[in-house]
């Protein structure tokens, strides 16, 4: 199994919104993912409350069967739909994998 952790900092304002809609926009979109993509076991996407340091103002933890699910997400048509805006909105991004 691969657990696929991003993490991103928004910009203060994109897209004609403020950072917090668009990180509230961006959980629904990745979330509606769960059943969508073969080999996406669970994700879930989570926005920061306690205004962290270093910042990031989201947070998706996701579980996937294989390196080839990993890979088939990654290029899935639902997934490059949030990628487009997902990129629109974000200043910085940080991301790991690993495999258990």
């Known amino acids: 199994m691969i657990k696929h952790i991003v993490m991103w900092t928004l910009k203060d304002e994109a897209e004609?919104?403020?950072?917090v809609e668009n990180g509230k926009k961006i959980k629904q979109m990745l979330e509606g993912l769960n059943g969508k993509i073969p080999g996406?076991?669970?994700?879930e996407v989570g926005l920061d409350?306690?205004?962290?340091s270093p910042e990031w103002h989201v947070v998706?933890?996701?579980?996937?069967e294989s390196r080839e699910a990993l890979e088939g997400y990654q290029k899935h048509p639902e997934h490059l739909r949030c990628v487009?805006?997902?990129?629109?909105?974000?200043?910085?991004?940080?991301v790991?994998?690993?495999?258990?």
């Open 16 to 19: 004609g919104a403020v950072a």
């Open 40 to 43: 996406l076991k669970h994700l």
């Open 49 to 52: 409350v306690f205004q962290a």
């Open 60 to 64: 998706l933890y996701s579980e996937l």
């Open 84 to 94: 487009e805006f997902v990129k629109k909105v974000v200043s910085n991004r940080g």
């Open 96 to 100: 790991v994998d690993y495999e258990i």
